[in-house]
Structure formats: C-alpha cells, structure tokens
C-alpha cells in the first residue's frame, strides 16, 4: 500500500538515505526544509520528492506540513543551537504532529538513549522520547549506533589522507556500528509493518569491530595502508566534551544490540558489514 511520508532531516544523512529507501518502496516522499532553493533540496526534487517550507521553531510551519501525512519521520539535531534548542525541536514536533493527528510518527533518535548514559546528545533525545511517549500519538522508536559514515566524515578525511584512523578509544575496543543506508532501510520497514512496530524502540547495529580492525578494512578498500590511532578523550574534550563523554563511554559501557537477533528480525534488509559498506566508496575521490 502506497503511503506519503514527510521526513525531517532529509538533506543529512539518515533522512537522505530515509528518503531514498522510501521511493524505493514506492512510497510518496515529502520532506521539510528551510530552504527549498537549496542544491539539496532541489536534487531531491529532481526526484520526485516534495519540498514543503517548514522550521522547526514555528510550530505552524510544521502542522501544515503534517496535514494529511500517514506517517512522519522526524529527526532533531543538537549541533546548531545546542540541547535545549533541539529538545525544544523535538517538542514542536511532536505538537505539531498530534494537532493534524498524524497517523504513524517515527522518531529518529539513538542506542542506548534511554540508559542514563550521561551523554548529552543521547540525554536530549531521550527528553524527546519521554515527551512522544506522554503524547497520545501513535509512534516507533528507530534508535541506530554509530555510524559508518562518521569514518568518511569531514573531521576524519584529513588523517585518513595521511594514513591515519584516529578515534578517542583503545585500539581493540569493540564499537557496534550501522551504515546510515541501513538505517533509511529500517525506518521504510517500519512504514511498511507500522501495526508490528508500535510503541517499540527498534535499536539497530549491523557490525561491530575494533578500530584497528577498521583501519584495517579501510586499506583494503582504498589501497591505501591506513594505521589505526588512538587517543585519549581528553584531546577530543577540547573541540567537544560531548563528544568526549560519548567516546569514554563506548570505552566503559558500549552498544549492547543482538545484532544476529536484528537480522532474524529484519530478513528483507541488505545488511551491510564494515568491509561491505568501505568496500562501496569511491576512495580515489575521498582521499583526493
């Protein structure tokens, strides 16, 4: 059955790879956006996608873009205005959501929120959680780790250049870790089996490896020998004592899904390990 979805967050990465799983499907795609002029947005609209002007601090906005939707996919971010901006998001959201009486509101938060971790942004997502919760609206939870993605990054395109994975962790820490393709192929599935998901949040990993055995992996599908290097959280707390909070944990406490129980779980989805994910980038354009 044909459903029209509206996704927050479309031009990042979890939404993008949301909305691409969801035409795949052959749903229709709407998503919000703040600048319908821009290059992100019309490439979706190239697409087939439809762009709806909308922010998130104007609860109006919102509410007309949730008119008449089956299910939304919203997803917040701390790392413009800060924790209480993005609860603050979250809420609106939500509101916004329960005026129009959305149907099915899928919200994309992270492992291991709930678990008083400490970590700032897990701790403002699961503020959201609790809020949807204590909604009345009918929703699911998708929660995924770290991601792949965050090897490739822009922060982490330096080193790798000269050589180099450097992360805040021991070098055989075990980290799960999930491709954001994955994650846009889950919540598409959560569209689709929407009265099996209700009320559940759905955590997701799809490999779990060291860093060393990621640097490993990574010189193997660049062609490019990539040494695995570690260091202390407290150099990362200088750019980000979120992030450094985030990475001593891994260290002491650490993603716990049953990644073979997900798999079990969600046979139709094309899980991608580490190898399999790095072994699909174009690495002559990355390390340019």
Known sequence: MTKHIVVTGATGKQGG???????????????????PKSHAAKNWQRQGVELIKADFAQRASLVQAFKDKDAVYAMTTPFEAGMEAEVQQGFNLID????VDVSHFIFGSVASANLNTG???FESKYKIEQYLQNSGLVFTISAPVFFMENMIEGWMLPGLKEGKLSLAMP???????IATENIGQVVAQLVDEKDSVLGERIEMAGDELSGEQAAEWLSKASGKKIQFESFSPDLLAEQSNDLAIMFRWFESVGYSINIAELRNRFPEIPWL????????????????
């Open 17 to 35: 790879a949301t909305v691409k799983a969801l035409l795949a499907k052959g749903h229709k795609v709407s998503m919000t956006t703040r600048d």
């Open 96 to 99: 916004a959501a329960k005026e």
């Open 119 to 121: 970590i700032p942004h």
């Open 171 to 177: 070098s055989n820490l075990q980290l799960q870790q």
């Open 273 to 288: 390990t580490f190898d399999a994910w790095a072994a699909q980038k174009n690495w002559k354009e990355l390390l340019s």
